[in-house]
């Protein structure tokens, strides 16, 4: 089945430090790649995805780029605000059974 | 906007009590999930449907139940509920799925619940 690894958190940022959560997943087939996004107090929801190699994913300003060679898919943003303060999961899919989350990323970016 | 509601925010119950945990979307979407959310572990699918009386067991679907009667409620159920099944319990929806596509509509959130078994 899919497995997804994300980096251990919190993340602690100051406002408008450049911001790079890794992701790196192992699935069968050719995946599409998700990024969700949890504020607190709320579900989760999708922020950005790329269903094919070398597509690149964007909203609000954050980033991901899909490489099949590295099976990676690691978010970025040039400049974190204090709302952009939240849990991020990455998730791979290939059409089997349901979206596999990694186990999260929480950022804190302090004014 | 596609709005997953979830019934109750916090919910204490006792070990052993029967518990439901209701989930109702609005935008008429064939696949429904109930996830897990635990610190350090991520979200965990319990269950999903993706008809009406359709269900499939996620992957940690001991110890729950679930329900779909009607396709914009889907319920958990837990029969005996137990003190290892204290945790955040998300609702999602999602417009279809395909066995086999490379791409699925996304995911839909409630805003979760909150569950304590003591």
């Known amino acids: 089945g899919n497995s997804v690894t994300q980096m251990e958190g919190p993340v602690t940022l100051s406002e408008e430090a450049f911001l790079t959560i890794n992701c790196t997943y192992t699935?069968?087939?050719?995946?599409?790649l998700f990024w969700y996004v949890q504020y607190p107090g709320e579900g989760l929801q999708l922020l950005l995805k790329a269903t094919k190699a070398d597509d690149k994913g964007s909203n609000k300003g954050f980033e991901a780029t899909y490489r099949k060679e590295t099976t990676s898919f690691h978010l970025e943003k040039g400049s974190v605000q204090v709302s952009d303060s939240a849990v991020y999961f990455c998730a791979p899919y290939t059409g089997r059974r349901a979206l596999t989350f990694g186990s999260g990323t929480r950022l804190q970016v302090q004014p | 906007d596609v709005k997953v509601t979830q019934s109750s925010r916090y919910l204490v119950k006792r070990t052993g009590e029967k518990v439901f945990l209701e989930c109702v979307q609005d935008m008429d979407h064939e696949n429904m999930f109930w996830y897990r959310q635990d610190p350090g572990l991520g979200l965990r699918l319990i269950y999903f449907?993706?008809?009406?009386?359709?269900?499939e067991k996620g992957d940690i679907p001991e110890g729950y139940s679930v329900s779909r009667e009607k396709k914009e409620r889907f319920s958990l159920i837990l029969e005996s509920a137990s003190t290892n099944q204290t945790s955040m319990y998300l609702c999602?929806?999602?417009?279809?799925?395909?066995?086999?596509?490379?791409?699925?509509?996304?995911?839909?959130f409630g805003n979760g619940t909150r569950l304590t078994v003591t």
């Open positions: 999602a929806s999602s417009l279809y799925y395909q066995p086999g596509d490379s791409y699925n509509s996304p995911l839909h």
């Open positions: 699935a069968t087939g050719y995946p599409s």
């Open positions: 449907s993706y008809d009406v009386k359709m269900k």
